[in-house]
């Protein structure tokens, strides 16, 4: 009996050992993973070769000499395999340009003398197309009262039908900088085509890229090749992955004044137009740099929600949101359903307790001067 015990103690040494043991090889081959990780990153390689995890695999099974069966051994390398690639993926997102690590915290952007990311909420506010200069003008003078700052309104609008108003085009750019400039106003718009960029950077503040257009590589460069902030919406049916590669090209191109911008992707949910992505923005939050809003208007495709999902972006982190003012929705040429009046947007200010126009104009030019504006 004692000798048994002996024994056993014995054996339990040993097996602490090779524990040990096997953890020190893991080790070691999660050093030499991240080095390959580091060429293939390098290389703009793909991480995952399954044809070499097949080889690898096929080689491991002819040298088991038992006791456990082929069947175990192999399922045990894959789940190393997998915490392999898994090291991989961290460490590709690490070396993008755009990650947090590379600054430590959220580098603000400029806009004028206005300053996205440092602190403060955010509002950019305004109808969902430019459809007269009185229209315009409605909206921009009850926004300016409140202290809002960046107006938005799409001049060139990515409609899904051919027939459906396309907007004012050139006209409508030249309305939005005559009444930002009447009003003290900075001007959000979205351009769809390249051709358009001197057109933009003469009569706005920021370029908006629209959901549609995450993905247009030649866009994202021509607006990567300008100094003007723009404001990147996440396509509708990418993921947070790509929405960063997407801001990868503008960045690339050396135009540092990158807004994130969550706008909903579209899910089975039906009374919602799309599903805001709370849990993208937090990790947008952590992963990047770069400031980020959140549209509340596009995510939903309703006004009566708008207040919570506010809420909800501010508690989760989001530098601002984004949110369609109408002066007279119901007959809004676009978006109709979801643009708040000018009363709501009132009610809106006064929920997130921005209504104090003092507040939202707390980062004027003073804090402006002192804030570094991204290298
Ligand atoms: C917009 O903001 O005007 C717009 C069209 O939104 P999205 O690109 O997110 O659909
Ligand atoms: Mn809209």
Redesign the pocket.
């Known amino acids: 009996m004692l000798e048994s015990t002996d024994r056993l103690v014995e054996f339990r040494k040993q097996i602490d050992q090779i524990n040990l043991r096997i953890l020190d090889l893991l080790c070691q081959r999660g050093g030499i993973v991240q080095e390959i990780g580091r060429i293939h990153a390098t290389h703009e390689d793909q991480f995952f070769h399954p044809e070499r995890e097949t080889a690898m695999l096929a080689e491991i099974v002819i040298h088991n000499r038992g006791p456990y069966s082929d069947e175990t051994i192999v399922h045990l390398f894959k789940e190393i395999f997998k915490a392999s690639l898994h090291l991989t993926e961290q460490l590709r997102v690490q070396q993008l340009l755009s990650h947090r690590s590379r600054a430590g915290q959220t580098q603000p952007v400029q806009v004028q003398d206005w300053i996205v990311g440092n602190g403060n909420f955010t509002i950019v506010a305004g109808p969902?197309s430019i459809e007269s200069r009185e229209q315009f003008t409605r909206v921009a003078e009850a926004l300016a009262g409140q202290g809002v700052r960046l107006v938005r309104g799409?001049a060139f609008k990515?409609r899904t039908s051919p027939y459906a108003f396309q907007g004012l085009g050139e006209a409508g750019l030249r309305i939005a900088h005559e009444v930002a400039q009447q009003f003290g106003l900075m001007i959000v718009s979205?351009i769809m085509d390249p051709r358009d960029r001197d057109l933009f950077i003469e009569y706005v503040d920021v370029l908006?890229i629209?959901?549609?257009n995450m993905c247009n590589s030649p866009l994202l460069r021509a607006v990567g090749e300008t100094t003007k902030p723009v404001l990147l919406?996440r396509g509708m049916m990418s993921t947070v992955e790509e929405l960063l590669l997407a801001a990868e090209y503008i960045l690339l191109q050396g135009n540092r004044n990158v807004i994130l911008c969550e706008?909903g992707i579209r899910t089975f949910e039906p009374w919602t137009r799309n599903t805001l992505d709370l849990a993208g923005v937090a990790l947008l939050k952590q992963e990047t740099y770069l400031p980020v809003i959140v549209?509340i208007s596009?995510s939903a495709g309703r006004r009566d929600i708008a207040i919570p999902l506010a809420r909800a972006a501010r508690a989760v982190g989001a530098d601002g949101i984004m949110v369609e003012v109408h002066p007279n929705p119901a007959v809004a040429r676009s978006d109709n359903k979801q643009q708040l009046d000018l009363e709501q947007f009132k009610q809106l200010l006064i929920a997130l307790d921005l209504m104090d126009s003092a507040s939202l104009r707390a980062v004027e030019v003073g804090e402006a001067s002192r804030q570094a504006v991204p290298a």
Do not use: L, V
Request: aromatic share 0%.
């Open positions: 969902c799409g990515p979205e908006q629209g959901a549609r919406k706008r549209d596009h």
